[in-house]
């Protein structure tokens, strides 16, 4: 059964940094990537970052410099480390693993329950 375990959210006041964590279970992670999305009230769900299975890493526009995504292989865990954080980043935050074949088609494509991020002002 694959499971995707989120945690770290909460409240925290502009400018402050919190670090979430997805734990993966079920697949094999190393050959996987790992995304972080986010949606806010009345808006899309959109992609904040992305890692691939060599580290290579994606962020949008809005959160470049601020936020920060890893992974550890040995742990199944991919983070997001976010710093300075601004009230339009409130939102779900929700982690989700895919993987490609060789040829392109998605193999498989899974996501968190997700977890709630709120910024004060």
Same mark, same amino acid.
Do not use: H
């Given at each position: ?7 770290? &959210? ?10 979430? @964590?997805?734990?993966?279970? &079920? ?10 999305? *986010? !949606?806010?009230?009345? %808006? ?5 970052? @992305? ?10 526009? @809005? /959160? %470049? &410099? *601020?936020?920060?995504? @890893? ?9 997001? !480390?976010?710093?300075?954080? %601004? ?17 392109? *088609? ?5 996501? &968190? !329950?997700?977890? !709630? /991020?709120?910024?004060?002002?």
């Amino acid at each position: 059964q694959v499971q995707l375990v989120e945690s770290g &959210g909460g409240l925290v006041q502009a400018g402050g940094s919190l670090r979430l @964590s997805c734990a993966a279970s &079920g697949i094999t992670f190393s050959i996987t990537v790992m995304d972080w999305y *986010r !949606q806010a009230p009345g %808006k899309q769900r959109e992609l904040v970052a @992305s890692i691939t299975t060599g580290r290579i890493t994606n962020y949008a526009d @809005s /959160v %470049k &410099g *601020r936020f920060t995504i @890893s992974r550890d292989n040995a742990k199944n865990t991919v983070y997001l !480390q976010m710093n300075s954080l %601004k009230p339009e980043d409130t939102a779900v935050y929700y982690c989700n693993a895919y993987r490609r074949s060789d040829y392109g *088609r998605l193999a498989y494509n899974y996501w &968190g !329950q997700g977890t !709630q /991020v709120t910024v004060s002002s």
